[in-house]
């Protein structure tokens, strides 16, 4: 079993939707979590740390569940710019693990 | 502050070249890590780095060496190159275990 797990969809969404993804970890010593945005032959780029208390940043927010093991990121009002893949991306002592990614494409 | 830099931005080598890719921070961070990524494929580690002169193996370190004299600088270096290093490199940064990592805006190598 993979150490982080990512459906890598595509999700094909309409603008204006909301969408969510599901991220899942199997080793619970994992400390920090974040989701990660990179869109096509570009760098990953962070957009939202993630914490057991939910954390909200606009239209995104981000949720840890640790009895469950997994994370979540919820997107309201989808824009065509939010056409990207998203890494889920999990710490665990000096180990850094990325999911390899969910693949999002906002249909106009 | 720059972040974190990387030349060249692309690269053509000819099989069994040798060079080396530059990766540069400016905000003081102890952990350094170079990744590779193959079209459509998820990010791969390389080699990473807790500090000055500390450096270890990550998933696929096979044709690839590094050095970290300094906290700021990371190189990688690629000797004998082979068609199955053509990909996009990116080295990122972090400044301690927990942190979020920043990425560099990439290295496309193409071996021919």
């Known amino acids: 079993r993979k150490e982080v797990e990512q459906d890598p969809g595509p999700f094909n969404v309409p603008e204006g939707a909301t969408v969510a993804f599901n991220c899942t970890y199997s080793n619970s010593a994992s400390q920090s979590f974040f989701w990660y945005r990179q869109d096509c032959r570009k760098e990953p780029k962070l957009l939202m740390s993630?914490?057991?208390s939910g954390n909200e940043d606009g239209r995104f927010t981000a949720q840890l569940n640790r009895a469950s093991q997994y994370i979540s990121l919820l997107i309201r009002d989808s824009k065509l710019s939010d056409s990207a893949t998203y890494l889920c991306v999990v710490n665990r002592d000096d180990k850094i693990i990325f999911g390899k990614g969910t693949r999002l494409h906002i249909l106009p | 502050n720059a972040g974190v830099t990387q030349t060249p931005k692309f690269r053509i080598l000819k099989i069994g070249q040798s060079m080396t890719l530059q990766c540069a921070q400016d905000?003081?961070?102890?952990?350094m890590y170079w990744y590779r990524q193959d079209p459509g494929m998820g990010l791969k580690l390389i080699y990473y780095s807790v500090g000055a002169g500390i450096t270890d193996k990550g998933e696929v370190p096979n044709g690839y060496n590094v050095s970290r004299s300094t906290t700021e600088d990371f190189p990688l270096r690629l000797e004998l190159a082979a068609p199955s290093q053509t990909s996009v490199y990116f080295c990122?940064?972090?400044?301690?275990?927990?942190?979020?990592?920043?990425f560099g805006p990439g290295t496309r190598l193409t071996v021919l």
């Open positions: 990122a940064s972090r400044p301690g275990p927990y942190n979020e990592q920043f």
């Open positions: 905000m003081n961070h102890n952990y």
């Open positions: 993630v914490y057991s």
